[in-house]
């Protein structure tokens, strides 16, 4: 079993190298960043880990990792990761945020969980890089409305088989809410497993804006889009938590 993960990015220059320094240590087999329009050093950082880690490399007593590619995007998570996901090789998508990292036994994890036929994805627990209190409330309570709903976020590090991927059509082409309407619809297609094993995700936006502010606008926003505002006219909005 193959596995690629899949990386979108935008003006993520401070975090992007810690994410990959982490992720190539992991044993994928490909690690693929996407780049949706980046105007900072986001592309340069990632150039540098895909020639120190291009396959060539790792014939000549290089450290063995995870070959690094580099890909651009029309700006959108969505198109991002439907780019990097046409272009893998592999047989299973794990789509990672660039400012989350993936627990160190991830890559077996995700290979024990597919193990089975009936079992279509899954996704991470997912707990902040913060000992705030509220930051410990707040994952508990995303992995419990997960749990609870089957319906995963993009923090919690989503995977998918490709062979069901492409069933789906990928990603829906709308500006937020991509996750949850892809979650929503891989569920129907067979078992989604929540996995035990957390990944580590920044709580940069939370502290930002506020953790009380931004948990009510997001509450807000999933409302009215559960209820049928379009994510298009949500977009407005989402941008000062995203």
């Avoid at 992720?23 to 120190?52: K, M, N």
Wanted: hydrophobic share 45%; aromatic share 10%.
């Amino acid at each position: 079993m193959r596995i690629a993960v899949i990386i979108p990015v935008l003006n993520e220059a401070k975090l992007i190298g810690q994410t990959l320094a982490h992720t190539i240590t992991l044993g994928f087999d490909e690690v693929i960043v996407v780049d949706g329009g980046s105007s900072d050093q986001t592309c340069s950082i990632v150039e540098g880990y895909a020639l120190r880690n291009r396959p060539a490399s790792l014939a000549s007593h290089a450290p063995l990792s995870s070959p690094v590619r580099l890909l651009s995007a029309s700006q959108g998570r969505s198109r991002q990761l439907n780019r990097g996901s046409a272009v893998s090789q592999c047989d299973v998508f794990l789509f990672l945020h660039a400012d989350t990292l993936l627990p160190p036994k991830a890559r077996q994890a995700v290979s024990d969980a597919l193990r089975g036929d009936a079992c279509v994805g899954g996704r991470f627990n997912v707990r902040f890089d913060s000992y705030r209190g509220v930051a410990r409330l707040i994952g508990n309570l995303m992995n419990w409305r997960s749990r609870w709903s089957g319906i995963a976020t993009g923090d919690q590090a989503i995977f998918v088989r490709r062979r069901v991927f492409e069933r789906m059509g990928g990603f829906a082409d709308i500006p937020l809410m991509e996750d949850i309407d892809f979650t929503r619809r891989l569920k129907r297609l067979g078992r989604f497993v929540s996995l035990t094993d957390y990944v580590v995700t920044a709580f940069r936006r939370w502290e930002q804006n506020g953790p009380l502010r931004t948990i009510l606008l997001m509450w807000a926003l999933r409302f009215l889009y559960w209820i049928g505002v379009s994510p298009h006219r949500l977009q407005q909005y989402y941008s000062i938590v995203r």
